[in-house]
């Protein structure tokens, strides 16, 4: 995703095994969509790695010096396509949990919303 006009994920390395099984989804993505994808992403750094006997992952690194690694084990070359994309849209923030259910930087005065209203 880009914040103010800049891509946040700079770096994404394709991480496979060339005789595992579980690598066979990630070897045909390879082959088929990864060209496209490095097409129409020219700002993105694409790298491949060679693992021998590593499930396959996707290691993406964004601008703030995060990164996310995603297991691509068993998966289509369209999920993995999907993936490849969750990481290139993602801002690259780590997950926080939420303390509340209803998050506001100017709280209500009247207090929260609820369905349950009555007169």
Partial sequence: MAQRGVWQLQKLIVSYCDWGGSSRGIRAFMESR???????????????????????????????????????????PEDILLQATRLRDALGRKVEKLKRRHVTKSPSVQGTWTTDFQP
């Avoid at 693992?51 to 993406?60: A, N, S, T, V, W």
Wanted: proline share 7%; net charge positive; glycine share 6%.
């Fill in 34 to 76: 990864l060209p496209a994808f490095r097409d129409g992403n020219p700002q993105l750094k694409l790298d491949t790695e060679l693992i021998r006997g590593q499930h396959p992952h996707l290691k993406g690194f964004y601008r703030n010096k995060n990164q996310r690694v995603v297991c691509v084990k068993n998966l289509s």
